[in-house]
């Protein structure tokens, strides 16, 4: 129901699913009762109400099987360890482990941003086919978070295919100026999420990031393989 925009007929969950009709009915039926489905004056059926506690526990899960990964992090490389999902067209971020120093990179936890400005996000789209992460900054515009945001689609479509190849993504400022973010997606998850460092650009460094990039890609590796297990 989610893969066909969040709203569809019995008949085509039938199709997709491959059950019969009155199955799809019973667990539909269920659904609807329990709250996690709703159905619409058209009859067509949609997501409900009650999936979105089920989605902040989901989250909250998943940060706390991320937070030793990112501490590892933290503790290699002294900068803010983050871990954000694709929700939607947004990003949003449901982990952090803060840096030691007294000027750190501060995100709060829950906060959602454009994909388009920062390395989670770009590190996330790059995991989309290249027509499905246009699609999505098309639906949700490109605005300039600061003067170096990428704001022009084709742009934006050479970065994501350089972020393919090295297999990690840089923010340099776009997003916040002054701050620069190293993030790699967590490829083979069951969820799409992606792991960053980031700090003041004064510290984080190019010499830095290119320290850091390989450390971030091996925590992402890691979390990949922990998440799966636990799925």
């Avoid at 709060?108 to 246009?134: F, I, M, T, W, Y």
């Avoid at 990428?150 to 994501?160: G, N």
């Avoid at 990690?168 to 776009?174: K, L, P, R, S, W």
């Amino acid at each position: 129901m989610a893969e066909s925009g969040g709203e569809t007929s019995l008949s085509q969950l039938a199709d997709s699913s491959g059950l019969p009709l009155p199955t799809i009915h019973r667990i539909i039926r269920t659904l609807v009762g329990d709250g996690y489905v709703r159905q619409l004056p058209s009859r067509r059926y949609a997501l409900g109400p009650r999936l979105i506690g089920l989605g902040d526990k989901a989250a909250q899960m998943l940060g706390t099987w991320a937070r030793p990964h990112l501490s590892r992090l933290v503790d290699a490389l002294g900068e803010t360890a983050n871990l954000a999902m694709l929700d939607g067209d947004k990003v949003v971020y449901v982990a952090q482990v803060p840096s030691p120093h007294a000027m750190r990179m501060f995100t709060e936890v829950g906060r959602r941003v454009l994909p388009h400005s920062a390395g989670v996000g770009k590190a996330l789209l790059s995991q989309l086919e290249e027509d499905e992460a246009l699609a999505t900054v098309d639906r949700t515009g490109m605005p300039a978070a600061t003067d170096r945001t990428i704001t022009d689609p084709k742009a934006f479509a050479v970065e994501l295919r350089r972020i393919r190849e090295r297999g990690y993504a840089i923010d340099d400022g776009e997003q916040e100026l002054g701050v620069r973010c190293v993030a790699a997606p967590v490829e083979g998850a069951p969820s799409r999420v992606a792991v960053s460092v980031s700090g003041p650009d004064r510290r984080v460094t190019w010499d830095f990031v290119k320290r850091a990039a390989p450390l971030v890609q091996e925590a992402a590796r890691a979390l990949a393989a922990d998440l799966t297990q636990r799925h």
